[in-house]
């Protein structure tokens, strides 16, 4: 696997302090967005807090994701009312809609070097179909008050460069940023503040005794009063450990050389981070240096791995025929975690202690915010500053045949998408 993001970044620092026998007042487990965004918060607080990642900062989704720094859910908004209720739907709503603002003032705040451009992003129609559900989405939020602009056919060919859509949605809410950068800008800034930030340590047990968390890496006990664990879809406490049972699917992104500036002159002028409403959707974007990058759902890195890039070279010409042949320099995939109803999941499995995970593929926003919540909540012992009701305990059934169809419905899709591109 080559990460763009991982050759690309400007936050460059290692996390190498030696761990010790110790107690702290918030201890995190899992240094992505939920657990750098919350461990920031803390320090900000005033609080001891120590972050302990397995690998490295951004390691998982957060390093690999598409950088699109989207507001609100996949879902549409009378979908997320449907399934909490109106008052701790529209709360959600409101909350994940200004949480763009959050993630753009960190990065202004804390000169976090991740390339952020908040120009928007578009929803592209990929059919008719797909057009009516863009209007239905708009007329949606218009009721809201959200300022969603809907585009024609032609004005999102001229935006994009490409003929392929039926129309779009913009957000100006959105925009674009250098993902793994800024996880790694807010473990920075953190660790300025006195936080703790610890790579390559595992934890292989948490346990609670006399009302007192006890992490354990090999030999070293962590000891704390308030827990969250954020490690979303990569999970790697043993599996008794594990608070919490969802379903898992890969996304994948292939990125270009830079383009040059004739390559350019019709492409994303607007520098929009895009996504399509095709059921197994596909991203595209440029990045700082006009590489192309372009991803869908499935495995590059599994048994599909030439289908899958099969596909992306396919998908490259079918939107910009006009381009010279391009091989993909970059190449690399990451997992999300989704569950049932595609809402994210704060679970409070034991006081002073909680669980984040369940993006479903929109981790920058939500993950910054329920971080930042997150640590205020158990800081301050009030739940209620929590952007969604806390639960005690969340399970499904059958997650591991879900995340084998996910994968098998990527591979058949592309494998389709190639021949008819």
């Excluded at 993001?5 to 290692?14: D, G, L, P, R, Y």
């Excluded at 006890?214 to 969250?228: E, N, T």
């Amino acid at each position: 696997m080559n990460n763009l993001w991982e050759n690309t970044s400007k936050e460059k620092e290692k996390f190498s302090q030696p761990l010790k026998s110790q107690t702290t007042d918030l201890l995190i487990v899992g240094g992505g967005f939920t657990g750098c965004a919350a461990a920031l918060e803390a320090a900000k607080q005033g609080a001891k807090v120590i972050l302990l990642e397995s690998e490295t900062i951004g390691f998982g989704g957060s390093g690999r994701n598409v950088g699109l720094v989207n507001a609100g859910l996949w879902l549409p908004p009378k979908k997320i009312i449907s399934i909490l209720g109106e008052k701790q739907g529209e709360k959600l709503i409101s909350a994940l809609g200004s949480a763009p603002d959050l993630v753009f003032s960190i990065i202004e705040e804390n000169k976090i070097k991740c390339d952020p451009k908040r120009n928007g992003t578009l929803h592209c129609a990929h059919s008719e179909k797909g057009m009516e559900y863009l209007i239905e989405r708009f007329e949606q939020g218009e009721q809201l008050e959200e300022p969603l602009t809907l585009i024609d056919k032609t004005e999102t060919e001229n935006r994009i460069g490409s003929s392929k859509f039926m129309g779009s949605l913009h957000d100006p809410r959105a925009g674009t940023i250098h993902p793994l950068a800024y996880c790694r800008g807010m473990a920075r800034k953190a660790k300025e503040m006195g936080a703790m930030i610890c790579e390559q340590a595992k934890v292989s047990q948490v346990r609670k005794q006399n009302g007192v968390w006890h992490a354990y890496v090999q030999d070293i006990q962590i000891k704390s009063k308030y827990l969250l664990l954020a490690m979303n879809a990569y999970q790697d406490l043993n599996k008794s450990q594990n608070m919490s049972k969802f379903s898992t699917v890969y996304y994948s992104q292939f990125a270009t050389r830079p383009l040059n500036s004739n390559e350019m002159s019709t492409i994303l002028p607007g520098k929009e981070g895009c996504w399509d409403t095709a059921t197994i959707m596909s991203s595209f974007r440029v990045d700082d240096a006009g590489r192309l990058i372009i991803g869908t759902m499935g495995n590059s890195e599994g048994f599909g791995k030439y289908v899958h890039l099969n596909w992306a070279n396919k998908k490259l010409k079918d939107l910009f025929p006009f381009l010279p042949d391009l091989e993909f320099n970059y190449c690399w995939s990451g997992k999300i975690a989704m569950t049932k109803d595609h809402i994210p999941k704060i679970v409070n499995f034991e006081e002073n202690a909680l669980s984040c995970f369940g993006y479903s593929g929109r981790g920058i926003a939500p993950g910054t915010l329920f971080g930042k919540n997150c640590a205020s909540a158990l800081l301050s012992e009030n739940l209620s500053i929590l952007p969604i009701s806390a639960v005690k305990q969340y399970n499904e059934t059958f997650t591991r045949e879900k995340t084998a169809f996910y994968e098998m419905a990527a591979l058949v899709n592309n494998s389709l998408k190639s021949f008819k591109m």
